[in-house]
């Protein structure tokens, strides 16, 4: 028996890193999956993935920023697989920079993706969503940077941070469908966005995505990174009936980079 068993999952920036282990770990608990991402070839890889192991998964490629686009990937699931019962509103993008160097679209795009995208996802659900007993789990991904402020993270820490009040607002409106909603602040996950800025070749829409050396140096002096897969199991734990009367937290993951 899988934790999700006839459960209908929607992760969004599930092409790669977290999303993607969450996808995977997800159709091995019995969940049918459908995953979305602006990058279509990766997404279409980890569909495969999921089928040749003997899942339930579909993918429309979608930006998360887009409403309509939105809405489409939460009717295409709904009409795929009969409903949603689960969305991780995962899709996330960093974009560094000091508060006085910082421009006006490294700003929009981080607050864009990360606190409208999570908006955009929810309004779309919303006609599955809220049902007379739906019982369904909205799982939200913040960062210890929008608990704790973080240099170089304006953007960043302030869209994250705002998915807190979102997340209780959710929390509170849609308890009496029995809808929880919960946000994890992770702290160090080792995805395209903490490895070496200096090593990275590929550019994430015109920037280099990652860390400095330097900084990244000294986190790993403090904590043990967390794998993908390490990431995904709080969320699993949320999307589950375990966590059925738990809504409206944060739910900090750092290996104690925020305590
Ligand atoms: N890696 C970490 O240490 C860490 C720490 C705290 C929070 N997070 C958060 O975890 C989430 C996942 O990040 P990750 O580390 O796996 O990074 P990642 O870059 O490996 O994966 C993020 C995915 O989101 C997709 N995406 C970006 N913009 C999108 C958009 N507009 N529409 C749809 N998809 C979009 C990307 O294409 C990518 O596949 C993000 O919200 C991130 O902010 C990560």
Known sequence: MGKLDGKVAVVTGAARGIGRADALLFAGEGASVFVTDVDETPLAEVVKEIRAAGGRADGLPADVTKPEDCQRVMDRAAEQFGTIDILVNNAGLTRDALIHKMTDAQ?????????????????????????????????????????????????????????????????????????????????????????????????????????????????????????????????????????????????????????
């Open 107 to 259: 700003w929009d795009i981080c607050v864009d993706i990360s606190l409208k995208g999570t908006f955009n996802g929810i309004r779309a659900a919303s006609k599955y969503m809220m049902r007379e007993a739906h019982n369904g789990r909205i799982v939200n991904v913040a960062s210890v940077a929008g608990l704790m402020g973080n240099v170089g993270q304006i953007n960043y820490s302030a869209a994250k941070s705002g998915l807190i009040g979102l997340t209780k607002t959710v929390a509170r409106e849609w308890g009496r469908f029995g809808v929880t909603c919960n946000v994890i602040a992770y702290g160090f996950v080792d995805t395209r966005l903490t490895r070496e800025k200096e090593a990275q070749q590929e550019e994430v829409v015109g920037e280099a995505v990652g860390i400095p050396k330097k900084v990244r140096d000294l986190m790993l002096l403090q904590v043990k990174p967390m794998t993908p897969e390490d990431a995904a199991r709080p969320v699993l734990f949320l999307a589950s009936d375990d966590a059925a009367f738990i809504t409206g937290q944060v739910l900090n993951v750092s290996a104690g980079i925020y305590i």
